[in-house]
T-cell receptor
Framework: GAGVSQSPSNKVTEKGKDVELRCDPI?????LYWYRQSLGQGLEFLIY????????KSGLPSDRFSAERTGGSVSTLTIQRTQQEDSAVYLC???FGGGASSTDTQYFGPGTRLTVL | AQSVTQLGSHVSVSEGALVLLRCNYS??????LFWYVQYPNQGLQLLLK??????LVKGINGFEAEFKKSETSFHLTKPSAHMRDAAEYFC????????????FGTGTQLKVEL
């Protein structure tokens, strides 16, 4: 079946603009994760959604970052008033389960490369 | 807070030689441990994971890793490197009972030479 897909694959924006990044998880996966991969910070957890539970937002770097997951499927990561330090590859992953003690394999999408000029 | 240290940001081996990529974790309670591989311009792919069952874990593509609690290590090995193994490798941990969110190491770029 289809894997995790992300769009756009590349996004160039100007400092101060808002951007939306989309993630389509694998069908039937209840958990969805966002990570960021940057030269300075490596791979960082941002946020994760598990079923109907409140999302774990503990990794979001500032209140300019938000995410939602509609209908338990597609997720959108929004960055408001982008800054140059937001430039990174944003990775989405999904897993079949994702509860407190889950170790279900996370399947990663190819990422969205964000460049803030 | 747990953390992961990968010694050696770049490792170079000859084709057919042993591959050893090092990973040490810092956690008061042994966490779940993972190795992921990232090929150029591709997403991350799980190689193997330790979830408190057998301490020697076998993964895909001939890789394996051994969990050693006394050394807080989870080193990745492969007996004989192949050119197609050239990629970046990430060690990661997740906290037991803390959800499935991963904390990654800084990665090791593996180069395989003829």
């Amino acid at each position: 079946g289809a894997g995790v897909s992300q769009s756009p694959s590349n996004k160039v924006t100007e400092k101060g603009k808002d951007v939306e990044l989309r993630c389509d998880p694998i069908s039937g996966h209840t958990a969805l994760y966002w990570y960021r991969q940057s030269l300075g910070q490596g791979l960082e957890f941002l946020i994760y959604f598990q079923g109907n539970s409140a999302p774990d937002k503990s990794g979001l770097p500032s209140d300019r970052f938000s995410a939602e997951r509609t209908g338990g499927s597609v997720s959108t990561l929004t960055i408001q008033r982008t800054q140059q330090e937001d430039s990174a590859v944003y990775l989405c992953a999904s897993s079949f389960g994702g509860g407190a003690s889950s170790t279900d394999t996370q399947y990663f999408g190819p990422g969205t490369r964000l460049t803030v000029l | 807070a747990q953390s992961v240290t990968q010694l050696g940001s770049h490792v170079s081996v000859s084709e057919g030689a042993l591959v050893l990529l090092r990973c040490n974790y810092s956690s008061s309670v042994p966490p779940y441990l993972f190795w992921y591989v990232q090929y150029p311009n591709q997403g991350l792919q799980l190689l193997l994971k330790y979830t408190s069952a057998a301490t020697l874990v076998k993964g895909i593509n001939g890789f394996e890793a051994e969990f050693k609690k006394s050394e807080t290590s989870f080193h990745l090995t492969k007996p004989s490197a192949h050119m197609r193994d050239a990629a970046e490798y990430f060690c990661a941990v997740s906290e037991i009972g803390g959800g499935n969110k991963l904390t990654f190491g800084t990665g090791t770029q593996l180069k395989v030479e003829l």
